[in-house]
């Protein structure tokens, strides 16, 4: 196991793990954001994300997995004071008993695998980052094959959207990009090769509803920003455009919420056709 260093004081690489958790643009310059959690951290080791550093508490007996975990990964091990772990944990109740610092993938497309039954799930300009990770969470539990965060948005990276895709994120490619254009030349490009991937948005005026369309092709699902929706520019992109039906006083579902309920309706199609296992 590599040696243990011991940080005792509130230092300056101590200050630069506390901004990952609040501050993009210091995660984006460093390449790297903090994981809590044995299933979150047991899926990035599994996944083979880069681990940085291991931060874990110096003044208690730590758990198998802890130690496996440290014998395992061979990256520098940090010894910390249970207050200033739990500094790093968010202050939550209870502190985490280790703490990951995960290097970054970069933000390319060409992660993502688009096969003959390709589904992907795009979300235009979301401003919750606990969304994000909720939609990335339902896109590996319904067999997606990535998430593209588009336009002005939240982060991925952002220490709610990490915790709330409990360790889905390690396992399903997300990626960022700025605008539209990058994705239409993706899209474009896989269409020349023989992959008419459908580009399908959720509105609550849609063409027909959800259990009316055929998921069972490839296809990119488009969901709207929490407030207004999919763009001008997104819904103009749209070869079709689906509705959930409702009851009740709700006229319309939150973000990842529709998204989950798609991609759940996606799924069923796809195991019924027999085109996955359930």
């Not at 997606?144 to 336009?151: E, F, K, P, R, S």
């Given at each position: 196991m590599?040696a243990?260093?011991?940080?005792?004081s509130?230092?300056?690489?101590?200050q630069?793990?506390q901004?990952?958790?609040?501050?993009r643009?210091?995660?984006?310059?460093?390449?790297e954001?903090?994981?809590?959690g044995?299933?979150p951290?047991?899926?990035?080791?599994?996944y083979g994300?880069?681990v940085?550093?291991?931060?874990?508490?110096g003044e208690?007996k730590?758990?198998?997995?802890a130690?496996e975990?440290?014998?395992?990964?061979r990256?520098e091990h940090i010894?910390?004071?249970?207050?200033?772990?739990?500094?790093?944990?968010?202050?939550n109740?209870?502190?985490?008993?280790v703490?990951?610092v995960?290097?970054?993938?970069?933000?390319d497309?060409?992660?993502?695998?688009?096969g003959?039954?390709?589904?992907?799930?795009?979300?235009?300009?979301p401003?919750?980052p606990g969304?994000?990770?909720?939609?990335?969470?339902s896109?590996d539990?319904?067999?997606?094959?990535?998430?593209i965060v588009a336009?002005?948005?939240a982060?991925?990276?952002?220490?709610?959207?990490?915790?709330?895709?409990t360790?889905s994120?390690?396992?399903?490619?997300?990626?960022?990009?700025?605008?539209?254009?990058?994705v239409t030349?993706?899209?474009?490009?896989?269409r020349a090769?023989g992959?008419?991937?459908?580009?399908?948005g959720?509105?609550?005026h849609g063409?027909?509803?959800?259990f009316d369309?055929?998921?069972?092709?490839?296809?990119?699902?488009?969901v709207?920003n929490?407030?207004?929706?999919?763009?001008?520019?997104?819904?103009?992109l749209?070869?079709?455009?689906?509705?959930?039906?409702?009851?009740?006083?709700?006229?319309?579902?939150n973000?990842a919420?529709?998204?989950?309920?798609?991609?759940?309706?996606?799924?069923r199609?796809?195991?019924?056709?027999?085109k996955?296992s359930?």
């Amino acid at each position: 196991m590599p040696a243990v260093r011991r940080i005792t004081s509130r230092n300056a690489r101590f200050q630069q793990w506390q901004a990952l958790l609040t501050n993009r643009n210091k995660r984006q310059r460093a390449g790297e954001f903090l994981v809590q959690g044995v299933r979150p951290i047991s899926l990035a080791v599994q996944y083979g994300w880069p681990v940085h550093a291991l931060i874990f508490d110096g003044e208690r007996k730590l758990s198998r997995w802890a130690e496996e975990l440290l014998r395992a990964v061979r990256t520098e091990h940090i010894a910390m004071a249970p207050d200033m772990l739990a500094d790093l944990g968010e202050k939550n109740e209870t502190v985490p008993e280790v703490i990951a610092v995960i290097g970054m993938p970069d933000d390319d497309l060409g992660r993502i695998t688009v096969g003959d039954d390709f589904l992907g799930v795009l979300f235009d300009r979301p401003t919750n980052p606990g969304n994000i990770g909720s939609i990335i969470r339902s896109a590996d539990a319904f067999g997606a094959d990535g998430l593209i965060v588009a336009g002005h948005a939240a982060d991925v990276y952002d220490a709610k959207s990490v915790r709330a895709s409990t360790g889905s994120l390690f396992a399903l490619p997300a990626i960022r990009v700025p605008s539209p254009r990058e994705v239409t030349d993706w899209v474009d490009t896989h269409r020349a090769s023989g992959r008419s991937v459908a580009l399908v948005g959720t509105d609550e005026h849609g063409d027909c509803d959800v259990f009316d369309f055929d998921f069972t092709r490839p296809v990119l699902l488009l969901v709207g920003n929490e407030t207004s929706g999919l763009s001008s520019t997104w819904r103009e992109l749209c070869d079709f455009t689906v509705s959930i039906p409702m009851t009740g006083a709700a006229s319309s579902l939150n973000a990842a919420n529709a998204g989950t309920a798609v991609l759940y309706e996606a799924s069923r199609q796809r195991i019924a056709a027999g085109k996955r296992s359930p």
